[in-house]
C-alpha cells in the first residue's frame, strides 16, 4: 500500500500536512501536480502528529492573543501575524480535507488541491511582508480556533464542508475589507494590497466550499438552510454577527434564502 501511495496525491496531502516547516509544507504542496494519480476510494489510515507544527507560535485561547495599536509597526506586525497564522491554518485545512475523506468524485480533490496551493501563497505573501517589517512568522502568540472546528469534523464531510469554509472562512469576507481599509489608513498599502489578493482568492474558496456543500444535500435529500443551523448547533459553531459582506458572500455562491437565514440568526 505505501508503495501505491507514494506518488499519490491524497497521499502527498497527508504528507505536506505532517510537516512541520511551513515553507517546506508550501513547496511539498505545489509539487502536487494536477496531472498524479488520484484514489479517490482509498481509506488511509490516520498517522499520529496532525497537523505538523513548529514549537511556535505559541498557541494561547483567542482571547489573549495579543493586541497592539494599528499606529505602531509593531501593531501591524501583530495583526499580520495572525492573518499568516490564519492562512497557514488554511493550508492545512485544505490539505485535510484532501486526504481525509475517500470515496469523492475526482473534481473534489482537485478544487481542494488549487485551495491549499493558493492558501499557501497567501502565507507566504504575509510571512513575506512580515519579514520587510522585522518580524518573523512564529515572533507572537495566536489562537487555534480553526484547528479545532477541524478536529471536531474530522469524522464528518457535511460539517466540516458547513462549518469551515462555509463559516469560519466565510467571516474573513466580512472582516477583510475593514482590515484593509486600516492597513491602508496606517500607511501600509502594501499589506493593504496582499489582502485584496487573498479577498479575491477567498471568494472562490467559500465558493468550492458552498459547491460541495449544496452537492452533498442535494445527494442526501437534505435542505441546505435547515441541515446547516442543525450542524452549527451540534457542532457548537461560533455565532455569526454582522455586518456582513453580501456581495462577496453572492460571488461565493450564497443565495438570497441562505443570506436571509445569515442575516435573521445573526446576534
Known amino acids: 500500500?505505501?508503495?501505491?501511495?507514494?506518488?499519490?496525491?491524497?497521499a502527498m496531502a497527508l504528507t505536506a500536512l505532517l510537516e512541520p516547516d511551513p515553507g517546506r509544507k508550501c513547496a511539498i504542496l505545489y509539487s502536487i501536480d494536477n496531472n498524479m494519480a488520484i484514489l479517490p476510494d482509498t481509506v488511509i489510515a490516520e498517522p499520529a502528529g496532525i497537523p505538523g507544527r513548529l514549537p511556535r507560535p505559541e498557541l494561547v485561547p483567542p482571547g489573549k492573543v495579543g493586541r497592539r495599536a494599528m499606529h505602531t509597526v509593531e501593531g501591524r506586525a501583530v495583526l499580520l501575524h495572525a492573518l499568516a497564522h490564519i492562512e497557514l491554518n488554511a493550508v492545512n485545512l485544505a490539505a485535510d480535507i484532501l486526504w481525509r475523506f475517500a470515496g469523492m468524485p475526482v473534481q473534489f480533490y482537485l478544487d481542494w488541491l488549487k485551495v491549499a496551493k493558493e492558501e499557501a501563497y497567501h502565507f507566504q505573501?504575509?510571512?513575506?511582508?512580515?519579514?520587510t517589517q522585522g518580524y518573523a512568522y512564529g515572533d507572537f502568540s495566536a489562537h487555534n480556533s480553526l484547528w479545532e472546528m477541524a478536529e471536531k469534523t474530522r469524522a464528518d464531510l457535511l460539517a466540516r464542508l458547513a462549518l469551515v469554509p462555509r463559516t469560519l472562512e466565510a467571516r474573513g469576507l466580512d472582516a477583510t475589507p475593514a482590515v484593509m481599509?486600516?492597513?491602508?489608513?496606517?500607511?501600509d498599502q502594501a499589506a493593504a494590497d496582499?489582502?485584496?489578493?487573498?479577498?479575491?482568492?477567498?471568494?472562490?474558496?467559500?465558493?468550492i466550499g458552498?459547491?460541495?456543500?449544496?452537492?452533498?444535500?442535494?445527494?442526501?435529500?437534505?435542505?441546505?438552510v435547515?441541515?446547516?443551523?442543525?450542524?452549527a448547533q451540534k457542532y457548537k459553531a461560533p455565532p455569526l454577527r454582522g455586518p456582513f459582506n453580501l456581495e462577496a458572500r453572492r460571488a461565493a455562491g450564497f443565495d438570497d434564502r441562505?443570506?436571509?437565514a445569515l442575516q435573521d440568526g445573526a446576534g
Open 1 to 10: 500500500m505505501r508503495d501505491k501511495l507514494a506518488n499519490e496525491l491524497r
Open 125 to 131: 505573501l504575509l510571512e513575506g511582508h512580515l519579514h
Open 181 to 187: 481599509a486600516k492597513l491602508a489608513q496606517a500607511g
Open 194 to 207: 496582499i489582502l485584496a489578493i487573498i479577498l479575491r482568492d477567498e471568494v472562490g474558496h467559500v465558493a
Open 210 to 224: 458552498n459547491f460541495w456543500y449544496k452537492q452533498l444535500c442535494a445527494e442526501r435529500g437534505l435542505d441546505v
Open 226 to 231: 435547515v441541515t446547516y443551523a442543525e450542524l
Open 258 to 260: 441562505e443570506l436571509q
